[in-house]
């Protein structure tokens, strides 16, 4: 009889622990995002000094048509090859590399520093290094120097295309952004201790690394494997549609608070128009610790032939004068 009565009490107590155990699993703190005191020192100097990204990408780039007639106003850096600059470049420019870009700068005499590459994709990641080091005027010049003289224009004309259109991996407009989430900063590796020690070491190491950039097919091939940021407006999105499974963080600032939406165990992939803007918000990513890359050419690689606004025009390009050396 004893045993029988401590078999009914168990049986009634078995079902009131199972009841307390959800009920405090329901009353769970969520678990709190996860800071790093690096990344805060290096952020909270960037954003005191005006380097936020929002200051970066103000104001940052400039026409071939309103440099034009002016070059001498100019100290002008040219990041192609040594060959491709002999071959003939704008009056007055130096010859330099992506590394070697803020050495150069300091011989600019005062002049507002203007920097051309093929495309205007690898002077972003320059301009955003001088603008982080002293150099907060420096600008790119669009189009590069494929916007120059029209006997340049194959490096863009070549980048231009419609993989998106085919894609099962583009949503078509109205488009389907992902909800943006909180994550925890990214651990960032520096051996300096202060916040202005911490940025040059930081950007002397992006410079070192060189252009970051990864094509349409490629990120079309496999948008999951990539934390993909859609640098446009909304209403873009709306008209075009977008990468499936994109987010869109924009503003995207320190002081706003919209980089915790990063994720920092994923390559961060940002699009835009041109790969211009991107490249130097790419650039500016991977300086305050995330592992960032710049979709090339943007939304012309993906969607040429249904963009109606910040599309490439090979027909558009004034001949500008070239030197040879």
């Not at 231009?160 to 407009?173: F, I, K, M, Q, R």
């Not at 488009?175 to 651990?187: L, M, R, T, W």
């Not at 924009?250 to 994923?266: C, F, H, R, S």
Request: net charge negative.
């Amino acid at each position: 009889m004893k045993k029988l009565l401590k078999f009914a009490i168990l049986l009634a107590i078995i079902p009131m622990l199972s009841i307390s155990s959800c009920k405090k699993d329901n009353t769970t703190e969520p678990v709190e995002r996860q800071t790093d005191p690096e990344f805060q020192t290096l952020t909270t100097y960037m954003a005191a000094n005006s380097m936020d990204l929002s200051a970066v990408v103000t104001d940052w780039i400039t026409s071939a048509s309103a440099v034009a007639g002016s070059e001498a106003n100019y100290y002008i850096i040219d990041l192609r090859s040594a060959d491709a600059y002999n071959a003939g470049h704008i009056t007055g420019a130096v010859n330099s590399t992506l590394a070697n870009v803020i050495t150069t700068a300091a011989n600019n005499g005062g002049k507002p520093i203007l920097v051309a590459c093929y495309t205007g994709q690898t002077a972003g990641h320059a301009v955003c290094a001088l603008r982080l080091s002293g150099y907060p005027t420096a600008k790119v010049l669009m189009w590069g120097m494929s916007g120059w003289n029209s006997s340049l224009s194959a490096s863009w004309t070549g980048g231009t295309g419609d993989v998106a259109l085919s894609s099962a991996n583009w949503t078509d407009a109205p488009g389907a952004i992902v909800d943006n989430v909180e994550f925890d900063d990214p651990d960032l590796t520096t051996t300096a201790t202060t916040g202005a020690t911490m940025l040059a070491e930081r950007v002397a190491a992006m410079l070192n690394t060189g252009f970051q950039g990864i094509t349409a097919t490629d990120v079309l091939a496999n948008p999951a494997g990539f934390f993909i940021n859609n640098y446009w407006a909304e209403a873009d999105v709306e008209t075009y549609g977008n990468i499936t499974g994109a987010h869109r963080i924009n503003p995207l600032t320190i002081a706003g608070g919209e980089y915790k939406y990063l994720d920092p165990e994923q390559t961060i992939v940002t699009y835009c128009w041109t790969g211009q803007t991107s490249s130097v918000i790419t650039a500016y990513l991977n300086v305050i610790g995330y592992t960032a890359s710049s979709l090339k050419f943007g939304a012309n690689s993906m969607i040429y032939s249904d963009l109606t606004a910040h599309k490439w025009d090979a027909t558009t390009v004034v001949d500008n004068t070239l030197v040879t050396k």
